[in-house]
């Protein structure tokens, strides 16, 4: 008998004019709140916010005492300083609060003990040593994770220690499985000539369970058209995807495409794959219905290569194995010989070498494990590894999402998050992965190809201007494109009430202000020496210079809960957190991409995303920021060209 099919698509172009299909014709899969203790494996369907910091309290990160900073400075091997117990210090162990009298802890290694209530030391330490900060892990309003991300079992600790108790997530995916088939029988011991045993419903129920679908099997439908159209209306009242096993071929008795086309829609009938070749795609009161051929290795290959990206594309997330694979370090990381150790990771491709940037290796840092995309070891007996050393990376995340990440490495801001959540919303394939090390560490990291693009805002000391100086001194002949951001405020984060009534830089030195400062190479930090400078201030007369944190919102969480009265940052920080803030000046926070990258799709919907309405009515709703030249292309280039 002749036999036909509507096509014979090649699988690649089946694939994706299919997604296409489903995409515009067929229904997304709703979101509902949940618990997170029961959010493992769900996908967020919105960003999700820290609700406090974590630690939330000053805690001891050592055992041995917790003292007053400045007690301790004239200790020296030759001339001791004594500390009695209760009026000059107290015993503590790590995790344990600091009391408020308090600003620093002396590990118990480092300590003479003279009797039960006296001590001795021979060195001095600075203020907050060892001392685990409100907010090290986690500040408060801080983006956990962006819209669209699988949650991981580290997600999960990530989200209660910042307080999440509920998230909005989709749906489970719920498919309907039919079997169909005059000759088909329910598994039994006993089974007569011509009756073939149902198992294919188990094998793509339990690969569907894996890829985190709830499943309905229905009962074993004959070959009837009645019988079908009741059974396949019904599972799509009750279904996101219908899956009917069998009855897709051109045989006599196979009615699934013909059932199809009067209750719905059929997209396409023959796929150029074998086995797999009478795979039928269509859809119903737009929910996917795909008719799998009965043959169970038929079957698998067509649950693997295209039912698998369909429910990928529905819940916004694509489904991926993680296995190993090599790298360059882009640093070097120092390890005890006592110990195999792990390092989490990012990972980008750039210049075709995928790269690995270790992330923070602190053991209470549950967050950089939600940030890691994979997992270096570093072997027992082994002193550390080598920066541009090649590595095996046991990956966290699927590779055509690392193939579709953007790499930036640079200064921070909170728009840099939101860049993200957008780009996830609108391109769920793609993301944004940033490591904040200052816009210095930015720099370098472009100079040695390991970053897409990195965020700066280097203040050129001698005449004020912003970046051009930096981008010729360092980057002199690298072919790259300076893009506008954003003018933003930065300025002085106080308490609310200004208790302490600080106006100015000069209020810095006051013996009862104390500052938390940003790390070396930051932007900031270099604006902080410029004003310095300008307004004839030392450092060494300011408390807590030596005090650093790495992003804005971590400055203003310590000045939020009292351990800091003042730290310089951007305006929109200041806000999140309801301090008073003391504008001192307006400074240009820039993009900086390499040229080869202007034409790359990833690149082209980040820049899309950059001019989004939503992204940037969120930032003027942050406030402090100007947007007056965001997107705008600056003249310098290379300066060689």
């Given at each position: 008998?002749?036999?036909?099919?509507?096509?014979?698509?090649?699988?690649?172009?089946?694939?994706?004019?299919?997604?296409?299909?489903?995409?515009?014709?067929?229904?997304?899969?709703?979101?509902?709140?949940?618990?997170?203790?029961?959010?493992?494996?769900?996908?967020?369907?919105?960003?999700?916010?820290?609700?406090?910091?974590?630690?939330?309290?000053?805690?001891?990160?050592?055992?041995?005492?917790?003292?007053?900073?400045?007690?301790?400075?004239?200790?020296?091997?030759?001339?001791?300083?004594?500390?009695?117990?209760?009026?000059?210090?107290?015993?503590?162990?790590?995790?344990?609060?600091?009391?408020?009298?308090?600003?620093?802890?002396?590990?118990?290694?480092?300590?003479?003990?003279?009797?039960?209530?006296?001590?001795?030391?021979?060195?001095?330490?600075?203020?907050?040593?060892?001392?685990?900060?409100?907010?090290?892990?986690?500040?408060?309003?801080?983006?956990?994770?962006?819209?669209?991300?699988?949650?991981?079992?580290?997600?999960?600790?990530?989200?209660?220690?910042?307080?999440?108790?509920r998230i909005s997530v989709r749906k489970r995916i719920k498919v309907g499985l039919i079997?169909?088939?005059?000759?088909?029988?329910?598994?039994?011991?006993?089974?007569?000539?011509?009756?073939?045993?149902?198992?294919?419903?188990?094998?793509?129920?339990?690969?569907?369970?894996?890829?985190?679908?709830?499943?309905?099997?229905?009962?074993?439908?004959?070959?009837?058209?009645?019988?079908?159209?009741?059974?396949?209306?019904?599972?799509?009242?009750?279904?996101?995807?219908?899956?009917?096993?069998?009855?897709?071929?051109?045989?006599?008795?196979?009615?699934?495409?013909?059932?199809?086309?009067?209750?719905?829609?059929?997209?396409?009938?023959?796929?150029?794959?074998?086995?797999?070749?009478?795979?039928?795609?269509?859809?119903?009161?737009?929910?996917?219905?795909?008719?799998?051929?009965?043959?169970?290795?038929?079957?698998?290959?067509?649950?693997?290569?295209?039912?698998?990206?369909?429910?990928?594309?529905?819940?916004?997330?694509?489904?991926?194995?993680?296995?190993?694979?090599?790298?360059?370090?882009?640093?070097?990381?120092?390890?005890?010989?006592?110990?195999?150790?792990?390092?989490?990771?990012?990972?980008?491709?750039?210049?075709?070498?995928?790269?690995?940037?270790?992330?923070?290796?602190?053991?209470?840092?549950?967050?950089?494990?939600?940030?890691?995309?994979?997992?270096?070891?570093?072997?027992?007996?082994?002193?550390?590894?080598?920066?541009?050393?090649?590595?095996?990376?046991?990956?966290?995340?699927?590779?055509?999402?690392?193939?579709?990440?953007?790499?930036?490495?640079?200064?921070?801001?909170?728009?840099?998050?939101?860049?993200?959540?957008?780009?996830?919303?609108?391109?769920?394939?793609?993301?944004?992965?940033?490591?904040?090390?200052?816009?210095?560490?930015?720099?370098?990291?472009?100079?040695?190809?390991?970053?897409?693009?990195?965020?700066?805002?280097?203040?050129?000391?001698?005449?004020?201007?912003?970046?051009?100086?930096?981008?010729?001194?360092?980057?002199?002949?690298?072919?790259?494109?300076?893009?506008?951001?954003?003018?933003?405020?930065?300025?002085?984060?106080?308490?609310?009430?200004?208790?302490?009534?600080?106006?100015?830089?000069?209020?810095?030195?006051?013996?009862?202000?104390?500052?938390?400062?940003?790390?070396?190479?930051?932007?900031?930090?270099?604006?902080?020496?410029?004003?310095?400078?300008?307004?004839?201030?030392?450092?060494?007369?300011?408390?807590?210079?030596?005090?650093?944190?790495?992003?804005?919102?971590?400055?203003?969480?310590?000045?939020?809960?009292?351990?800091?009265?003042?730290?310089?940052?951007?305006?929109?920080?200041?806000?999140?957190?309801?301090?008073?803030?003391?504008?001192?000046?307006?400074?240009?926070?820039?993009?900086?991409?390499?040229?080869?990258?202007?034409?790359?799709?990833?690149?082209?919907?980040?820049?899309?995303?950059?001019?989004?309405?939503?992204?940037?009515?969120?930032?003027?709703?942050?406030?402090?920021?100007?947007?007056?030249?965001?997107?705008?292309?600056?003249?310098?280039?290379?300066?060689?060209?």
């Amino acid at each position: 008998m002749k036999t036909t099919y509507l096509e014979n698509r090649r699988r690649e172009e089946a694939v994706e004019a299919y997604l296409a299909y489903v995409e515009a014709k067929c229904d997304r899969i709703d979101t509902e709140e949940i618990s997170v203790m029961d959010a493992l494996h769900r996908i967020s369907a919105t960003a999700v916010y820290a609700t406090h910091s974590s630690p939330h309290y000053y805690a001891a990160a050592m055992d041995g005492i917790a003292t007053k900073a400045n007690k301790t400075y004239k200790a020296s091997e030759t001339h001791p300083v004594t500390l009695t117990l209760d009026e000059d210090y107290i015993v503590v162990d790590t995790g344990d609060p600091i009391d408020e009298r308090f600003d620093t802890v002396i590990m118990v290694e480092e300590l003479i003990q003279r009797d039960d209530t006296h001590i001795e030391l021979l060195s001095a330490v600075t203020p907050y040593n060892h001392i685990r900060q409100i907010g090290e892990d986690i500040c408060q309003e801080e983006v956990l994770l962006p819209s669209n991300t699988l949650i991981r079992p580290w997600t999960l600790g990530a989200m209660i220690a910042g307080g999440v108790t509920r998230i909005s997530v989709r749906k489970r995916i719920k498919v309907g499985l039919i079997p169909t088939g005059d000759e088909v029988v329910a598994p039994k011991p006993d089974p007569k000539p011509g009756e073939v045993l149902e198992f294919n419903s188990s094998i793509f129920k339990g690969m569907l369970q894996e890829w985190g679908c709830d499943v309905v099997v229905y009962p074993i439908i004959p070959d009837q058209i009645d019988a079908l159209t009741h059974c396949l209306n019904q599972a799509v009242d009750e279904c996101d995807v219908v899956l009917v096993n069998a009855g897709s071929s051109a045989g006599r008795d196979d009615y699934a495409s013909t059932i199809l086309k009067n209750l719905g829609e059929v997209f396409l009938h023959g796929i150029a794959i074998k086995p797999g070749k009478p795979t039928l795609l269509g859809s119903v009161r737009r929910k996917p219905v795909i008719g799998v051929p009965g043959y169970p290795v038929s079957g698998i290959l067509v649950l693997e290569e295209i039912v698998k990206p369909v429910l990928g594309r529905l819940r916004r997330l694509p489904y991926e194995e993680t296995p190993k694979m090599e790298a360059y370090l882009t640093k070097r990381i120092l390890s005890g010989l006592k110990y195999e150790e792990f390092i989490r990771v990012k990972l980008g491709k750039v210049d075709g070498k995928w790269i690995a940037t270790p992330l923070n290796r602190g053991a209470g840092v549950v967050t950089s494990f939600v940030k890691a995309d994979g997992i270096v070891r570093i072997p027992l007996n082994t002193e550390g590894l080598e920066a541009g050393e090649k590595v095996i990376v046991e990956r966290l995340v699927p590779m055509n999402q690392l193939e579709n990440t953007l790499v930036s490495i640079g200064s921070h801001d909170p728009l840099i998050d939101l860049l993200n959540d957008r780009l996830r919303t609108d391109f769920p394939n793609l993301s944004l992965s940033s490591t904040h090390v200052g816009s210095m560490g930015g720099i370098m990291a472009m100079k040695r190809h390991e970053a897409h693009l990195t965020t700066i805002h280097l203040l050129n000391e001698k005449d004020g201007t912003y970046n051009r100086s930096y981008l010729q001194k360092y980057l002199n002949g690298e072919n790259l494109i300076w893009m506008k951001g954003v003018k933003r405020s930065q300025g002085l984060m106080v308490e609310v009430g200004n208790p302490k009534n600080i106006r100015s830089i000069h209020d810095l030195i006051r013996s009862d202000v104390r500052y938390v400062n940003r790390q070396k190479g930051s932007g900031t930090r270099i604006l902080l020496d410029y004003l310095l400078e300008q307004n004839h201030v030392s450092s060494d007369d300011i408390y807590g210079y030596d005090r650093e944190e790495f992003t804005h919102l971590s400055v203003a969480v310590q000045v939020s809960q009292g351990s800091a009265d003042c730290g310089l940052g951007i305006y929109s920080a200041a806000k999140i957190y309801g301090l008073e803030f003391i504008p001192l000046c307006e400074e240009e926070y820039d993009f900086i991409i390499r040229a080869d990258m202007m034409d790359d799709p990833r690149m082209l919907a980040l820049l899309t995303c950059l001019r989004h309405p939503d992204f940037t009515k969120k930032l003027m709703e942050l406030g402090g920021y100007t947007l007056d030249e965001l997107g705008r292309i600056d003249e310098w280039r290379n300066p060689h060209d």
